[in-house]
C-alpha cells in the first residue's frame, strides 16, 4: 500500500508540473501577441507604411503623377545635377531614412511625423486616429491611426556650422571661406540646397570628422580645448609642442582641436608634467615677481630656473648707465608650477626674508630697499638735501646755471636738461618773487640705498615757499627720489671723483 500510495503522489504532481507549464506557456503567448498588437498600434508604423508607397512610387515612376514636385534651378553646390531624379532615388535606401515626431499636435488630436535623411526633410505624414482607445492590463493603452495626408517636400535649405579656425569644411566637394570670430572659430553659412548635403571636416592633420544635420545645423564631432595658462608652461598635443597665442606679458591662450581625442600633456620647468583632459582646474603654484639682480627667489628650496627668469635693463638707471658699470638689471620671475601650494620664497639683497601676501599673482621689489639715513661716509662727501634745494631752487630761476652746473657730469642727461631749460624759454615765464623766510620746510632725506658701490638713490622731499611781487604766496612741494654717481672727470688730471646729480624721478606715492 505504501508503494502504490507513493507512485499516486508522483503522478499527481508530475500532472500539476504540466498543468502550471501550460499555463505559463499561454500567459506568455497571450503576452507576446499583446506586446505584437501594441507594437503594430503605433504610429510609427502607419508612417513607415506610408513611406514604403512613396518608396514604391519612385520606383515605378508614378511619383510626379501623384505628387506635384517642383522643378528645382541647382545652385552653386548642386550645379549639373538632376535635383527631382536624385530627391526620389533617396527613398530607396531604408535604412538611411528616419522617422520623427514633428513638434506640437494638431486640435483634432492627429499627429504629424517627419521623414529625413541627412537631415533633410523628405515628406510629411498626418495620422488621425481611427476609434477609440483601448487599454490592456491596465498599462498597455492602444490608439489605431489612420494616414490623413502626406506631403512630399523639395524645398531649398540652409546651413549653418561653426568650426574651430584651424579646421577646413567644404560642400559636396567645394571648399567654404567663412567669417571669423573673436573665439578662435570661424562661422560659415550655406544657401539653396535641394538634397543631403556632403560636407568634408577636417582638423589640421587631415582627419576628417563625423557629423549629424538638425534643423539646418551642422553638428561636427570633435575634441576642443581651450586654455589660458602662464607663459612659463609647456604645452604639447600627441607630444608635439603646442603654440598659443600671447595673451599680455604672460599669458597665453591655446586653442587644441582634433577630430580624435588629442594627448595634451603640461610641462613645467620643474619637473613635473601632468595630462589634460578637459575642465578649468590644474594643480598650479603660479605668481609673477619683479625685483633687481641682488635678490634671490625660490620654488621649494630651489632656484628659479633660468628659463623662467627674464633679465632686462632697470629704465630708472638709463639716463646714466653710461657712467656706472654692473649696475643691476631687473629680473622677472615667471613662476608656475605644477603643483599646489607649493613654497615660493624671497630675500633681499641683505638676506632677509621678504613677506609675501597669500594670493596674489604678482609681486614688485623694484622700490629700493635701503636705510633711512645716509650713511655719515656719504655725507662727508656731498650734502644730498642741499643739492636738491638748489635744483628747485634752479627752476624756480633763484640759482643761475653756473651753480648748479657743479653738481652735473658734463654732457649727461641730467646736465642737458638743464643747460636747455637755462638757455630755453620756458625760464622766462617764471613769475617775478622772492623767497619766504625760511626758504624750505618739511623737509626729509630717507630710503637711501645702494645701487652699486659707486651709485646711490635718495628719496628727497620738502616744500619751498615763495612770495609773488603781486603779493600772493606760492608753495612748491618736491618729492623726489634723486639717483647719485661717484665721477671722476677725465679732463681733470687729477684723480679726484666726486658725488654728481646723474638723474632724478618724481615719486607719486612715498616709498618707505
Not at 508503494?3 to 499516486?8: C, G, K
Request: hydrophobic letters at 40%.
Amino acid at each position: 500500500m505504501r508503494t502504490e500510495h507513493r507512485s499516486a503522489f508522483k503522478r499527481g504532481y508530475l500532472i500539476y508540473l504540466a498543468v502550471l507549464a501550460a499555463l505559463v506557456a499561454g500567459a506568455l503567448a497571450a503576452m507576446y501577441l499583446l506586446l505584437r498588437q501594441y507594437e503594430a498600434a503605433q504610429p510609427e508604423q502607419q508612417v513607415w507604411q506610408a513611406v514604403e508607397e512613396l518608396a514604391a512610387m519612385a520606383a515605378d515612376g508614378t511619383f510626379l503623377s501623384r505628387y506635384d514636385l517642383p522643378q528645382p534651378s541647382p545652385g552653386p553646390y548642386e550645379e549639373g545635377r538632376d535635383i527631382r531624379r536624385e530627391y526620389l532615388a533617396l527613398y530607396a535606401h531604408r535604412d538611411q531614412l528616419t522617422v520623427s515626431r514633428s513638434p506640437g499636435a494638431g486640435q483634432d488630436g492627429t499627429q504629424e511625423y517627419q521623414v529625413e535623411r541627412g537631415g533633410v526633410v523628405l515628406a510629411r505624414v498626418r495620422l488621425r486616429p481611427k476609434g477609440e482607445p483601448v487599454t490592456r492590463l491596465a498599462v498597455f493603452t492602444m490608439q489605431d491611426w489612420a494616414v490623413e495626408e502626406v506631403r512630399p517636400e523639395l524645398e531649398a535649405r540652409d546651413y549653418s556650422l561653426t568650426l574651430p579656425a584651424a579646421f577646413s569644411v567644404s560642400l559636396n566637394g567645394t571648399p567654404l571661406s567663412g567669417t571669423a570670430g573673436d573665439n578662435g572659430e570661424t562661422a560659415y553659412a550655406v544657401s539653396g540646397l535641394y538634397l543631403p548635403p556632403d560636407f568634408s571636416i577636417t582638423d589640421e592633420t587631415g582627419a576628417r570628422a563625423a557629423y549629424t544635420v538638425h534643423n539646418g545645423k551642422v553638428l561636427a564631432e570633435y575634441f576642443q580645448y581651450t586654455l589660458t595658462l602662464p607663459a612659463a608652461l609647456t604645452v604639447r598635443v600627441n607630444g608635439a609642442d603646442w603654440p598659443g597665442q600671447g595673451q599680455g606679458a604672460d599669458r597665453v591662450r591655446y586653442e587644441i582641436a582634433r577630430v580624435s581625442k588629442p594627448e595634451v600633456s603640461i610641462s613645467d620647468d620643474y619637473g613635473n608634467t601632468v595630462l589634460y583632459e578637459g575642465g578649468d582646474t590644474l594643480p598650479l603654484t603660479s605668481c609673477t615677481i619683479t625685483a633687481g639682480e641682488g635678490y634671490t627667489v625660490q620654488v621649494d628650496g630651489a632656484p628659479v630656473p633660468e628659463a623662467a627668469v627674464t633679465r632686462s635693463p632697470n629704465p630708472d638707471y638709463q639716463h646714466f648707465a653710461d657712467y656706472v658699470e654692473d649696475l643691476p638689471q631687473l629680473c622677472v620671475y615667471a613662476i608656475a608650477v605644477l603643483k599646489e601650494d607649493a613654497a615660493v620664497t624671497v630675500t633681499d639683497p641683505q638676506g632677509s626674508p621678504v613677506a609675501l601676501e597669500e594670493g596674489a599673482l604678482s609681486y614688485d621689489f623694484t622700490e629700493p630697499a635701503g636705510g633711512d639715513a645716509v650713511p655719515a661716509e656719504v655725507s662727508a662727501e656731498i650734502d644730498v638735501l642741499q643739492v636738491a634745494q638748489s635744483w628747485s631752487l634752479f627752476m624756480s630761476d633763484d640759482l643761475p646755471f653756473s651753480r648748479i652746473r657743479e653738481y652735473l657730469i658734463p654732457s649727461s642727461y641730467q646736465y642737458e636738461v638743464a643747460h636747455r631749460y637755462a638757455t630755453g624759454v620756458d625760464i622766462t615765464f617764471t613769475s617775478a618773487h622772492t623767497l619766504a623766510d625760511p626758504a624750505f620746510t618739511d623737509s626729509a632725506v630717507t630710503n637711501f640705498a645702494w645701487i652699486t658701490e659707486d651709485c646711490f638713490s635718495v628719496d628727497i622731499r620738502f616744500v619751498k615757499h615763495m612770495r609773488l611781487r603781486s603779493g600772493g604766496a606760492v608753495d612748491d612741494p618736491m618729492n623726489d627720489r634723486f639717483y647719485f654717481v661717484r665721477y671722476d672727470d677725465p679732463e681733470d688730471d687729477s684723480d679726484s671723483p666726486a658725488w654728481k646729480l646723474a638723474s632724478m624721478k618724481e615719486i607719486l606715492s612715498d616709498a618707505k
